[in-house]
């Protein structure tokens, strides 16, 4: 049993004659006899009273013609409903990022949603370790990472250039020096993220490099109380200068330069190469490429593989 044949069936019915049902569908009356009658043994029952002139439906064809209703309206309702999410009338975006690269979301979040107010967007915090296998299980389509995740079966697109910047609270003894070296924060305490990354190894190899020694004495679980703690006179720390761009410019932290680090990271938009990306997918991309456009400075848009 096809659509088609109900489409010809519903006619017939509502028409009450094969010959205006014929005109209305533009087929010959032939051809919808033919249709009714394959349904008719299709379905093993006559659906019409042959011994009227009129079509009067059967008791089975009036079963069928409330199903027949139900299942073309359910057509017509998915093709509308395919039409908005074309339109981005509806849909939804689900994103993951970590603390941290969350921070580049939120321009590019604000213009999706001036563009595309109905699409729901969830950004789901995961680390960026596992955000990978998140896009591999389908569980999120794009994912935000801080590194090249190195695998054939996701395409990468550079968005954010970042690095990482020493902060010290205003009132620090280093706080009037523009630039240090790393032998001069040998005996600093410094407030670490208590989650693990590739960029404190680099760090914590970078001052055995100089033979300085790194004093990491206090760990917390966010960015937001470690740029606190430090405000409030609690050490100094290394983070991402995206998370206190805003804290540099009430002065409530003074960034200085270290010569020996010089920790750039690439921020990347990552999702899976060979699924068919969603209209929302696809727009979002689109604003982050327009977004890059704009802002320029450390913004981007540059295909990686």
């Known amino acids: 049993m096809e659509l088609s044949q109900l489409e010809v069936f519903l006619a017939v019915a509502h028409e009450r004659r094969f010959s205006r049902a014929a005109e209305k569908l533009f087929r010959t009356?032939?051809?919808?006899?033919?249709?009714?009658?394959?349904?008719?043994?299709?379905l093993g029952e006559p659906l019409f009273d042959r011994s009227s002139?009129?079509?009067?439906?059967?008791?089975?064809?009036?079963?069928?013609?409330?199903?027949?209703?139900?299942?073309?309206?359910l057509r017509n309702n998915a093709r509308e409903a395919l039409v908005e999410l074309r339109?981005?009338?509806?849909?939804?975006?689900?994103?993951?990022?970590?603390?941290?690269?969350?921070?580049?979301?939120?321009?590019?979040?604000?213009?999706?949603?001036?563009?595309?107010?109905?699409?729901?967007?969830?950004?789901?915090?995961?680390?960026?370790?596992?955000?990978?296998?998140?896009?591999?299980?389908?569980?999120?389509?794009?994912?935000v990472l801080s590194y090249d995740p190195q695998d054939a079966q996701l395409r990468s697109v550079v968005v954010y250039l970042d690095e990482l910047v020493l902060v010290v609270p205003p009132r620090h003894p280093l706080a009037k020096s523009q630039q240090v070296s790393i032998r001069q924060l040998g005996t600093e305490s410094f407030v670490a993220h208590i989650v693990s990354s590739p960029y404190r190894e680099k760090v914590i190899q970078a001052f055995k490099r100089h033979k300085t020694p790194l004093h990491m004495d206090i760990e917390l679980p966010t960015l937001q109380a470690i740029k606190r703690f430090v405000a409030m006179g609690n050490g100094v720390a290394l983070v991402p200068e995206i998370s206190v761009e805003n804290e540099l410019a009430r002065g409530e932290l003074v960034r200085i330069f270290v010569r020996?680090?010089?920790?750039?990271?690439?921020?990347?938009?990552?999702?899976?190469?060979k699924a068919s990306l969603s209209h929302a997918a696809r727009a979002f991309l689109a604003v982050a490429e327009a977004v890059a456009s704009e802002q320029q400075g450390r913004y981007r848009f540059e295909r990686e593989h």
Do not use: C, W
């Not at 009356?29 to 299709?42: C, G, M, P, R, Y």
């Open 29 to 42: 009356q032939s051809a919808v006899s033919q249709t009714i009658h394959k349904l008719e043994e299709e």
């Open 260 to 273: 020996e680090l010089h920790l750039q990271r690439k921020l990347r938009l990552v999702y899976r190469k």
């Open 87 to 143: 339109e981005m009338h509806k849909g939804k975006l689900e994103i993951a990022a970590n603390e941290f690269t969350a921070l580049y979301l939120l321009p590019v979040l604000a213009e999706f949603r001036r563009l595309h107010p109905m699409i729901k967007i969830t950004v789901q915090r995961s680390l960026g370790s596992h955000i990978p296998d998140d896009l591999l299980r389908h569980t999120v389509e794009i994912g």
């Open 53 to 73: 002139r009129e079509g009067v439906l059967t008791d089975a064809g009036r079963v069928l013609q409330d199903y027949a209703e139900q299942l073309l309206n």
